[in-house]
């Protein structure tokens, strides 16, 4: 990688809008405006130029966005700290490749005087590569620009109907607008685009204001109110999985859920992810303990903990969410589907055993085979579960509006990311996945960020992060709620959009293979 002004350059403008314009900042603008400035360069261009100039870009941007990742891998995964800024830069430059490809293909499609084509097309190029992005070995979404709209009320109420691709499309339309005005700006430039390649631009302005006015997606036809109490437990990393410290860890939680029974009666308790550090199938004096506790409270929880199953002759560790009904008795089991890799598995793992782990405590886990909910308390509310990495995807929390969900519950244990920006940028994911669904969201945290959405993705309510805290707020939760319009219309987005850029470029580069070096 050969090093110059201009690359240093636009590796620095990608880091600041990594660093500026997500969580926490939240400088938001900077995450709209700034990409197109890229398209615009692009048009026209050679397509080798372009693909250097989004690398550099994509670089900049994602070592200012996941620089937090050093922490996790040498507190937590005991690597020397110079190999775990080799692993973060081997990662950023993998992720670099997609706006890297995104402004090759602009070139590609603009060469010939068709900046206008160019233009058009970018936002579709741009979306399908953010989709594949999402799930392309396992997939790694963090950095999508919805992430950095998490807060933005323009943009959520785009969700239920859209969905988090769909709004992804329109948001790329707009800023197609603003790669216009650059364009149109290039002095020298004797391909500036004409006045009609706006029109997807104006279109999608347009739709910003008028698909949330729009009956698209059905109301619900009647709400009941619940009062969830979140116990944040603020338990350390390091000693999370000691075995002298599991009554300790326990007696937090229980008496914080003590705290919180007095102080609003709740029909739910939620705890975070692996709150519980050891197996609750299995009799022992701490789930003695936990059940006996639970059943003197008279609330039911649900709760984070390890499983184990067995499955043809083997036995398999799972990463569960339980529910504790309010006698004190174990119920419904969800197991988190969709894994963290390199932090609970090892993708390819029987091809690389030589890589360490992330994890901690029970070794590798399995991924759960399918989807499941709890009904809980009197009001016999049906909560559709989330653990961690599965609410930075949308599939999981719509599958649970289909059948059936009327709340959401997510637990995390966000320690792994330590006093950085991640927790917060871990947090927006949680927005969208209120919004898109049309349900509230409740969010319990080890650490922080605990919080509290509503049915539109509003943030009612949140704690600190890094410290021991109690929350709760009284939800309006929908009964029957309707399956969202963009539960039909989201999975089509990604792969529509990849199609077409991929027709796109292909058209217009099958006349020139081996006339023209690119």
Known sequence: MRLNAKTVFTIIIGATVGQ???????YWL???????VGWALALG??????????????????????????????TYGALPTVASASLLFILCAYLALYPALTLAAIAVVSRGGRTNLGLIVAPFVWTGLEWVRTYLFTGFGWGDVTQALWSQRFALDLAPHLGVDGT??????VMSGLAWLFARSKKGSRNRPALWSLVPAFAAAAAVVLVPLLPFTPQPTAMRRVTVGIVQGNIEQAVKWNARYRRSTLKTYLDRSKELVGQASPDLLLWPETAIPFTVEAPSSELGALS???????????????AVTRSDEQYKNRNSIFHMDARGRLGTRYDKMHLVPF????????YFPFIAKLVEGVGDFTPGEESSRFTVSDKEVVVGPLVCFESIFADYATEHVEQGAELLALVTNDAWFGASSAPAQHLAFAAWRAAETGLPLVRAANTGISAVFDHRGNLVAHTQFGAEEVLYAELSVPINPPVPLQARINPLVGPLCLILALAAVFAMLRPRIGHEEY
């Open 343 to 350: 932090g609970e598995f090892v993708p390819f793992g029987e």
């Open 45 to 74: 261009q050679r397509p080798k130029a372009a693909f250097r100039l989004g690398f550099d870009y994509g670089l900049g941007f994602f070592l200012g966005l996941l620089y937090w990742l050093v922490h996790t891998l040498s």
């Open 20 to 26: 500026l314009g997500y969580p926490p900042t939240g």
């Open 292 to 306: 006996k506790a639970i059943a003197h409270l008279e609330t039911p929880v649900l709760f984070g903990a390890p």
């Open 168 to 173: 992804r499309l329109v948001v790329a339309l």
């Open 30 to 36: 900077l995450a709209v405006a700034v990409p197109p």
